[in-house]
């Protein structure tokens, strides 16, 4: 059953999905991921008509689709945090580590073993016994902390 409906709707589905995700290779990632788990759902799939089986296979690309950008969401700043030298502030090393202490205590600990350190969200998480979640809410914080203290100075040229 699977088979054929790989055969009837795979072009259709990596078409509608590459045109959503504008990447030929993700669209192909998420449909291929969309069938494996249509395999797991083999018992559920039989029990629906076709229109039904069509519908759960588009919603399926698509809730994957939306829990890719949600995982990116997260992981998309650098790896490391830029050297003072690089930004356009010209911040010396103290004005940067003046700059860490506004922030809360926790904020800039987790900011500080995220950007400095190297550690990810649930690396974090495990040392200082947080979901990851919370992990990463504390880092939006801080980057809106940061963003703050940045935008209300001004910082030489």
Not at 19 to 39: I, K, Y
Not at 130 to 157: E, F, I, N
């Amino acid at each position: 059953m699977i088979q054929e409906l790989y055969g009837q709707y795979h072009q259709e589905l990596v078409h509608w999905c590459q045109s959503m995700t504008g990447d030929p290779q993700t669209a192909e990632d998420l449909v291929q991921e969309a069938f494996l788990r249509a395999m797991l759902h083999e018992e559920l799939l039989r029990t629906l008509k076709e229109p039904q089986q069509r519908s759960w296979l588009y919603r399926t690309v698509k809730n994957l689709y939306v829990d890719r950008l949600r995982r990116g969401k997260w992981e998309t700043f650098p790896e490391k945090f830029p050297e003072p030298a690089e930004t356009p502030e010209e911040l010396s090393g103290v004005e940067w580590e003046l700059l860490l202490t506004g922030l809360p205590d926790l904020e800039q600990l987790i900011f500080t073993m995220r950007y400095l350190q190297g550690y990810n969200s649930t690396q974090i998480g495990k040392i200082l016994s947080l979901p990851a979640g919370t992990v990463r809410s504390k880092l939006s914080s801080a980057r809106v902390h940061l963003k703050d203290l940045l935008g209300g100075k001004s910082y030489g040229k």
